[in-house]
């Protein structure tokens, strides 16, 4: 009795200490086995996109081309550090993060701040391109009217139309920003169709963008300057004849006209250019090496797995959806969308400790006797029954293999303790793990045991004994060896 008590002590302690440093280490390592063994296993890379239909992220491991919605818990396991992929990304429409789950989250404002600007200006329209030097100017207003009697009108009449070309685009049927924002995510969609790579595609957009920029500049040095002009012939003294008079009457006219207000909004907007080319080119055309693989952008490299835990860390996708009218260049439809999603990367080890409770079937019985008489009358020990399996509850730790063999079924070690008081044994075995069998999972095993059943000591059958007092008190535990089969119920 004193050895099984010692052997349970012992077997209580030990359990004791593998499920405390389990818990102790992560949240995850006490869960279920379910969670590991569904949870992709990665090599080198996991490619993540959104989907607007799930309106949720998706992946494939490593080179896979199939994209699938990402687990429930978000665990994924890799031996090895990750890069973290957006395939054929277009900036222009999507943009995503990667961040450490317990760093402050910002919101979307660090994604696109460039874009959203110039998108709250997507109805502003944008000017063709303008004479770009003073001599052109020049040459401008004295064409306009070479022979004309009145030359200060001819000259206010020629800034009309050059304000007008720099700060409108003058008659001709100026775009919008949103058609040129179009026009530049179109062309990255365009690069990759035709094979480029990512960072020649979205170039391409930069390019694009630059030439926009420049154009822009210039038409707002040509309206500085006709501003500029103006506030000078206003400030001047009452004209003294009607050919000034009638000069300053137009230029009064644009000045009440209000150009700086518009100025002012294509100075913005030309910023917003300028931070949004920046943007593109510093975080996608510049770094090719170290930034893509392939036509697919790394949101993230080097993401390592902890040991016996699991890294959290935060994707934040925001996707820019808009449509544009052909043929006014309006903005007709306009949405961000977009979400977070967790992800938690494990270190693979290839067994994973869980901890159940079972009922084991076992070569171990107790066996029970009593008294009967000789042919002398004298009375002696007889055997009551001799059981040839027993049936106990157990507490087992198995060890699940993670060894990609399917989502039914999966190889284990196990080892374990009966709960009975009279066939106590130790447990060591192997066997498989069932899935989605009755309302949870199952799990079969065997092996050898090496019990303590409650037995005779010193006396056998037939022996003399005073009574049932005297059978009692021989009772201990006596040290057999055994097998067992085990079902696994409970986890």
């Known amino acids: ?144 009217a070479p022979n004309d009697t009145c030359r200060a009108q001819a000259v206010a009449m020629s800034d009309v139309q050059l304000l007008a ?85 137009v230029y009064e006219g644009l000045r009440l006209a209000d150009p700086r207000g518009r100025l002012q909004q294509l100075v913005a907007l030309r910023h917003a250019v300028a931070d949004l080319r920046r943007t593109l080119f510093e975080t996608y055309v510049a770094p090719v090496g170290s930034a893509w693989t392939g036509t697919d952008f790394k949101i993230a490299s ?25 043929l006014s260049g309006a903005l007709v439809s306009g949405e961000e969308t977009g979400g977070a999603t967790a992800l938690r990367l494990r270190k693979l080890a290839r067994f994973t400790p869980e901890f159940g409770i079972g009922t084991v079937i076992s070569s171990l019985a107790r066996p029970s006797y009593g008294t009967s008489r000789n042919g002398a009358g004298e009375t002696i020990v007889a055997g009551i029954d001799e059981p040839r399996f027993s049936v106990h509850p157990a507490f087992l730790v198995n060890f699940v293999c993670l060894c990609n063999t399917g989502p039914f079924v999966a190889p284990m070690l196990q080892v374990g303790v009966t709960t009975s008081t009279d066939v106590f044994a130790l447990l060591s075995g192997a066997g498989i793990r069932l899935f989605a069998a009755g309302r949870g999972d199952v799990a079969i095993g065997g092996g050898g045991m090496l019990g303590w059943v409650k037995d005779l000591k010193t006396l056998r059958e037939n022996d003399l004994v005073g009574g049932t007092k005297d059978i009692e008190a021989d009772i201990a535990a006596r040290r057999r060896r055994g097998w067992y089969l085990v079902v696994q119920y409970k986890f």
């Open 1 to 144: 009795m004193a050895l099984r008590r010692a052997l349970i002590r012992r077997c209580a302690t030990s359990a004791l200490f593998v499920s405390g440093a389990a818990v102790g280490s992560t949240d995850l390592a006490f869960a279920q086995a379910r969670d590991l063994l569904d949870a992709p296993q990665l090599k080198s890379r996991m490619r993540v996109q959104w989907d607007t239909s799930r309106n949720g992220l998706v992946f494939a491991a490593d080179d896979e081309t199939t994209f699938r919605p990402v687990p429930a818990k978000g665990l994924f396991l890799s031996k090895a550090p990750i890069a973290l992929t957006y395939p054929r990304i277009n900036p222009l429409r999507v943009q995503a993060h990667f961040a450490p789950a317990e760093a402050p989250d910002r919101g979307r404002e660090w994604i696109a701040r460039p874009l959203r600007t110039i998108l709250g200006m997507a109805l502003f329209a944008t000017p063709v391109t303008p004479m770009s030097s003073r001599d052109e100017r020049e040459l401008a207003r004295a064409e306009l």
């Open 165 to 249: 070309r720099a700060l409108y685009g003058g008659g001709q049927p100026p775009g919008t920003v949103a058609q040129a924002l179009d026009g530049w995510r179109r062309t990255i969609d365009a690069g990759y169709a035709a094979g480029k790579s990512g960072p020649d595609s979205i170039n391409d957009a930069v390019d694009q963008i630059a030439r926009f920029e420049r154009d822009l500049g210039t038409g707002l040095q040509t309206a500085a300057a006709v501003i500029e002009r103006i506030d000078g012939e206003t400030a001047k003294a009452a004209p003294a004849d009607a050919c000034e008079a009638a000069a300053r009457y």
């Open 302 to 326: 080097d993401i390592r797995p902890l040991p016996g835990a699991s890294g959290i860390a935060v994707v934040r996708v925001a996707r820019f959806d808009f449509g544009v009218d052909e």
